[in-house]
């Protein structure tokens, strides 16, 4: 927070006494609380950040809103639809406040290029997408554990490339989706019927069509890229998902080395987007993401995941 | 013919005899005819190079074996499943006589190191291929007018990404295939319920996947790529279709021009598949690519096509 | 400032007052200075940052040190071979206090990565250096106008491409250099008797060797980029001076767009430097980066320079 | 040759038997010479390719144009200043025969690419040349036991550059040359008073400048590249000496192979210059390629030798 002008870090909240001493002693945040409803009446907090396991995001949006307070919450939503809406419906009550979901991506220096050009027809007009998350192989399964309430691969990894088909194809309605994936590492993941890697084709309306490949499994490290074609020319995000500027040959090739995961990737995106919000919050200006854009990712998840399951199309 | 080693061209054949003319005074073949069977009767015929209609490719196969011929047909075989059994029976029957199919690619330098790699297991095992056939848009939509007898999009452009994708994987059994395509510029492919870009998810057994997307409407060139991702690593095949080692830096940014069709881009393979086949013939050593190849990739591409008029998942 | 953590803007000093203004309101700075002893008798000052022009370095580095502060100033730390001597000498009457010179390209996280895979032998032993910077074209000319008190083009541009030589090859003691230049497009640099274009060759002892290159002429952006050879290996920082991590694909090839200037380029590298600084004045940590390193990069440059004018080689 | 339209190999010659037994059986050549006098005499001979040590290239090129045949022969022309006039004065009292030297980098289809697009003011007015040539490390050291004879670093590697150079700036008078070098790993090469690392700075009339660098201690392959800069932007030609189009995503991050000698990456070269030999000759149509180029070559070459040797800068 010391980062984003603007904005002061003034107290932290986590049911969890070791998270509150590593915010009091890290981040030098002078109020603590362990419960929430405790910090949503703390004097003088204009807004909350919810970095919190995504069942409670629903609840406690909805909490935060009704406290009058400006929310950041992480993405997803929610893994439920009719939670999504229920947050909707509460934030329809607060227009003056401000709630965003962090789809981090759409803060990326590279993707808001990609937008703007699009913007200005520099490819005609966009009708194709291609877009992947694909996370480097974590040989401790970190995710394994987490696939129980993650939603699965669709929910936790493809929202991102839903959301981003969406805003580069200019919001287009969704009609069909289809979706497959195989367990080539994980075969833990059966019991959760969760997948390491899935494809999936999203059809929308007037012949635009999203392609989209999520991985927990990629050797090389990190690798999200985006590909949006128009009638007039393609644009690509992260061909290649290099560490950074130095090319080394050796007797290897010519190579570079690789972001290891979307930290390192999108730090600068992290900034970008919560100095937005605060922006936003500031300038009392609306926010171009929308709740309805953080709805619609999850009802596009949640068909996937229900084709990956069924083996059929699924229509929204 | 006159770059392959061991190979002499001895006849032509043609109906039109604009092409015979060209044959007799650009390749100097010394022998024309109008007439096929003529053609096979010719004394001291080796083998037959089909580059005919698609329509006609199986009883011209069917003949040449007849006659004692061995034959190579450019891809693909037919768009009709019985038609490449039909083949496939007669070929039996002549196990002394080569028949090859171009599926060109197989044969570029580049697909072939990616092919040894796998099988040095440079990857671990393989699970995943991304293929992608793309045409540069040509505004004068020339394949429009050949889209009543090319199959459509998948039988004609994919054909090969379903190849390819069979060999990288290790030919596994295909399963089931979902297809969606638009029509991006080309409206006046409607009428063939043809599309301009189409892409096609296709599940093997064991788990295997492969993702395929065609398109006539690329604007930088023509772009052929393949991915193949293993559980130890991934290979990518041609990720920026480069036309050569130039690069250029002016106010454009730092770019490279493009290979603008197939024939730029496999020149190198046509020889080396026309090599291979010659060396196969003359050292009666089996061909790797089998008609069984080439009947399956028409068998996916039939259903590719199928999903995509139904709306729905076609087993396989 | 506010970005860097440990260091607060205390005070602001500028003979200019729009520069005090702009300090005042965009920078917020509370207490401010139109004369430098003044700035120097703040109560509570630590270190200053000079930005000043490079005649006045020498004498405001003496003069900060004589008030007992720390010192960040702007490279190169001078034109003249004597006056790096004297703040030298000053610095070591002062051995509790810092003094940077602000070599930025040192803390770019990929030059960073460079050095550390060096250090860990990565290319074996490094004895060749190619290193250049070339600023894209500027129709006005600005650097032009600059040109009489820049020290010419090896001073101001390749002064950078010397300290990065000395730094990656490990300090060799440089034996000769020779260079050559030409004017391009700036012909009116000619009356300052320098050059837009300059190439020079310095050699070290034990055989090791640099090239550099520094260019005023570049259309594509600035292109700033150092090779570093050894005899297992070579390292490459910025072989394309990708301005983000887009790449368009259209009817100009497959490009990316370049970064304007080395303020886009050095942006991370900026904050990573001064955050060292302030990081070593509270650690009372020894900077790697010495007042010996910018005297020897200011004794190349003007070697360099001598060598330009005389068409010979100098001895060093 | 079976692959150069309009050439027929009628004849070998070599002293050595192991030679002439390889051309019988590999290349089936029909007529067989120990002696090149003989050789010359053959009837029907219209055309030598002299694939010989560079000391026997002036008299045998002179031999041949006495015996009224055109002449191919590997580059350089001659170590020696002195012979390569002798052989252009020979050479001027046949017009009606060709003499080509064996720069085949100018056949190569990128650099061909590259003369054709400053021929048409693709980057302003060319005015700066880097090229390197870069052979693998060999620990076998062949090229050690070649050094005695090949002239050094700088005329066995170089002249490709220094030919290339010319070219590409429009075949300025060269003015000036600087070269320095050091052994990185070969110390044996002391004796022949080589190099395995060499770099140069060329000055052209009107303030053109070429630097080169030569190595033969690559770790990743061999790395010939070539950047012309212009006024309006920058061609470069290999920046990555790929092997193919094959890219590598694994434990080493993303890479490419290399081409492993100049075999590989010039195969295709070596046959277009040949065919534009064989055709210059068949159409009494005069070559680009004069023999004033290889003397000026060579020139040059022995030029950065002497700078090599005596520290100092040689006028030319």
Chains 1, 2, 3, 4 share one sequence.
Request: glycine residues 6%; aromatic residues 8%; proline residues 4%.
């Amino acid at each position: 927070m010391s980062r984003v002008p603007g904005a002061t870090l003034v107290a932290a909240c986590s049911p969890l006494s070791s998270e509150l001493e590593w915010a009091r002693d890290t981040l030098q945040v002078p109020h603590l609380y362990e419960d929430y409803t405790a910090l949503l009446a703390h004097d003088g907090l204009d807004a909350v950040f919810l970095v919190t396991p995504t069942s409670l995001h629903p609840q406690q949006i909805i909490q935060a809103l009704q406290a009058g307070k400006h929310v950041f919450c992480e993405k997803p939503l929610s893994l439920d639809l009719e939670d999504c809406r229920r947050v909707s419906a509460e934030a329809a009550r607060h227009p003056q406040l401000q709630v965003m979901i962090g789809f981090v991506r759409r803060f990326d220096a590279s993707y808001q290029d990609a937008y703007r050009k699009i913007q200005h027809g520099a490819i005609g007009s966009p009708f194709m997408v291609y877009s992947q998350t694909c996370d480097q192989y974590d040989p401790d399964g970190f995710f394994v554990k987490f696939a129980a309430t993650s939603g699965g691969i669709f929910l936790d990894c493809s929202v991102h490339d839903i959301d981003l088909a969406r805003w580069l194809l200019g919001n287009p309605q969704p009609v069909r989706v289809y979706a497959s994936g195989t367990r080539a590492i994980h075969q833990d993941l059966a019991q959760f019927q969760d997948v390491d890697n899935g494809v999936a084709i999203c059809e929308f309306e007037n012949g635009k069509i999203a392609t989209f490949y999520a991985s927990r499994t990629m050797t090389h490290g990190h690798d999200t890229m985006t590909e949006i074609t128009g009638t007039a020319g393609r644009l690509t995000v992260g061909s290649n998902p290099r560490k950074n500027r130095l090319e080394i040959a050796d007797a290897h090739g010519v190579r570079n080395e690789c972001v290891p995961s979307f930290f390192e990737r999108f730090e600068d995106a992290f900034l970008t987007e919560v100095s937005a919000f605060v922006e936003a919050v500031r300038q009392r200006r609306k926010l171009e993401l929308t709740l309805a854009d953080a709805t619609e990712a999850t009802r596009i998840g949640i068909a996937l995941r229900e084709s990956l399951l069924s083996k059929q199309p699924v229509l929204l």
